[in-house]
Nanobody, 120 residues
Framework: QVQLVESGGGLVQPGGSLRLSCAAS????????MGWFRQTPGKQRELVAD???????TYADSVKGRFTISRNDAKNTVYLQMNRLNPEDTAVYYCNCRGLTLGGSQFEYWGQGTFVPVTE
């Protein structure tokens, strides 16, 4: 079993910044990738940013230049620094983690989600 604990969500004004964190723990042998997705009512969950074990990153076009994903391998933690937030960024943000368990099985887990409302 792998557990993901998210933190850092909350109300922010347009133009403001927020940093999300997600810590993975449990039966982890190796983490291959960690990422952030977001979802709004009536829409599919979409990729925001992904970071792979070698450091390669991927961003949704809508957040390029404003959001930065990073990770601390020693802490099995991924961060999402979000700057210049606008109301269209309002969503529930979910952490995602993919890798191998100590038993050699592939895994993919999701965090519980953290709500980020961007409003005056």
């Amino acid at each position: 079993q792998v557990q993901l604990v998210e933190s850092g969500g909350g109300l922010v004004q347009p133009g403001g910044s927020l940093r999300l964190s997600c810590a993975a723990s449990g039966s982890i042998f190796r983490i291959n990738a960690m990422g952030w997705f977001r979802q709004t009512p009536g829409k599919q969950r979409e990729l925001v940013a992904d970071i792979f074990s070698g450091g390669t990153t991927t961003y949704a076009d809508s957040v390029k230049g404003r959001f930065t994903i990073s990770r601390n391998d020693a802490k099995n933690t991924v961060y999402l620094q979000m700057n210049r937030l606008n109301p269209e960024d309002t969503a529930v943000y979910y952490c995602n983690c993919r890798g191998l368990t100590l038993g050699g099985s592939q895994f993919e887990y999701w965090g519980q989600g953290t709500f980020v409302p961007v409003t005056e």
